[in-house]
């Protein structure tokens, strides 16, 4: 998985997250069948960098921001694993 900075523009204000493994299990754990918006919402303010924390704060007051953001982090930051069975 890596490690960098991943850096988005979103509303014209640059928006950079550091994901790490410890941030994106607790998001995975703290989600359920009826929340959604708030692990994606704090694992943003985990990751997000401290000199863009309040663009990102103003992002997250738009409806769907932080899921949105999370998935497009997330596309980034977990790697497709080729899985195949073997029988």
Known sequence: MMSEKIVFTVKGKDIAFEPNQVAY?????????E????PSHNYLTRIVT???????EEILK??????????????IYVPDLEIEVKN
């Open 62 to 75: 738009l409806p769907g921001a932080a899921i949105q953001l999370a998935g497009k982090v997330n596309e």
């Open 35 to 38: 929340n959604k918006v708030a």
């Open 25 to 33: 299990n607790k998001m995975i754990n703290e989600m359920t069948m």
């Open 50 to 56: 401290p000199e863009t924390k309040e663009a990102l």
